[in-house]
């Protein structure tokens, strides 16, 4: 079965520093990867999305970039953060052609 | 644009007792997906169940069950036998057939369970 793995699980950043979240995927291939922010007492928000290696689409226009290095291996930056960019940052999962996504544990971001 | 519309920020239940959960939708297609996912405070996304909008059979998962009223664009959760377990933050998401490799979620604000002992 696939398991998502993501690192860090907790994390607290001055604003204007940069960030790296990373997310591993194992027990599949090709998988398209997602993340989303969920934001305090909100739904999640899609971020980003990739179909395969170094292919990555944007859903909201911000100061966070995403890139996929490996087939099983998504990461999220930022070269300098903001306040707003506090909150809890998931990835998910899906194979194409299957329906369900399914999520990591998360990485819960403070920017101070 | 689909949006996803939770009413109920919070709900409480009785362990033992059933509790339902709204959701309604709003698209224009024809195929699409929906789920529930489940939160619980340790903020791992669970998916509890899905269905998908061809099947007029509402979908049934131990004792999950979903009412889906395609023409309501409607799409509640009936938990039978709530258990402290069930405690958690619930999901409705929809996500349509696209026929792509983009199985983009729209989650609804959520609907915070508690089960009462």
């Known amino acids: 079965s696939q398991t998502i793995h993501q690192w860090p699980a907790t994390l607290v950043q001055p604003v204007g520093s940069p960030l790296s979240l990373e997310c591993t995927v194992e027990?599949?291939?090709?998988?398209?990867l997602y993340w989303y922010r969920q934001a305090a007492g909100r739904g999640l928000q899609l971020l980003f999305y990739?179909?395969?290696?170094?292919?990555i689409s944007s859903e909201v226009p911000q100061n966070l970039s995403a890139s996929r290095p490996q087939d099983r291996q998504f990461i999220l930056s930022s070269k300098k953060l903001l306040l707003s960019d506090s909150g809890f940052y998931l990835c998910?999962?899906?194979?194409?052609?299957?329906?369900?996504?399914?999520f990591g544990p998360g990485t819960r971001l403070t920017v101070t | 644009a689909q949006t996803v519309t939770q009413s109920q920020p919070e709900m409480s239940v009785q362990e033992a007792e059933t509790v339902t959960l709204s959701c309604t939708y709003d698209?224009?297609?024809?195929?699409?997906?929906l789920f529930w996912y489940k939160q619980p405070p340790s903020r791992q996304m669970i998916l509890v169940i899905r269905?998908?909008?061809?099947?007029?059979q509402n979908a049934t998962e131990n004792r999950f069950s979903v009412n889906f009223q395609k023409a309501a664009k409607s799409f509640s959760l009936k938990i039978s036998d709530s258990q402290l377990g069930d405690a958690a933050m619930y999901f409705c998401?929809?996500?349509?057939?696209?026929?792509?490799?983009?199985?983009?979620?729209?989650f609804g604000k959520g609907t915070l369970l508690t089960v009462n002992p």
């Open positions: 998910a999962q899906d194979q194409g052609g299957t329906y369900e996504q399914y």
């Open positions: 027990g599949t291939s090709n998988p398209n």
């Open positions: 990739s179909v395969g290696i170094g292919q």
């Open positions: 698209t224009s297609e024809s195929d699409y997906y």
């Open positions: 269905q998908e909008a061809y099947k007029q």
């Open positions: 998401a929809y996500r349509k057939n696209s026929g792509g490799s983009n199985y983009k979620l729209t």
